[in-house]
């Protein structure tokens, strides 16, 4: 037999009134229980009064668009005056060092590069007064050469086979030699 919320309700009730026989409340807060308060009536809106608003300001117009800059065309500064039209220029005889460089091979352009390390640390140990510590020699060479570790020790050992540089092992100082001198010249 199964029971509906209804009749599983006025069992209960029943229950409770043959217990408390006597006490009339409880029935009533049964009863009060079983039927739900009536709802209460909605709030009404309240309305804000109008209120006269300014009429708004037509939007500024937009700026002008800058004018586009191609750097390539005027160098890093932006004001820079603008190269006369290619008709009115002579083409160069001779290719730029940029056209020239992207010509050369990967094998060429790491010799080239070479030389300019090897010339560089020569010119650096130069402007020490002629002699330069190993430490200082090999921070200079990978700063300003990104050439360190083995490359610089390769490099080192270049420059002392060709006597281009004398190298104190016990005190780590580099000297430049005369056929270093020269070859700065």
Known sequence: MSWTGLDLRRRVRRRLARLLEGIADVVDVVDAVDD??????????????PVATPAPDPAPAPPPPLPRIDPRKTGPL????????????P????????AEKAKLSPEERQAAHLARTRKGLLRFVHDQGGRAGLRELHDYSEKTFFVAHVGFSRMMEELTEHGLLDYDHDDAVATLTDAGRAELD
């Open 36 to 49: 739900p308060p009536p709802a209460a009536p909605p709030p009404e809106p309240v309305v804000a009064p």
């Open 91 to 98: 083409a160069p005889a001779t290719a730029t060092p940029a």
């Open 78 to 89: 932006q004001d820079a005056p603008k190269a006369p039209s290619k008709a009115a220029t």
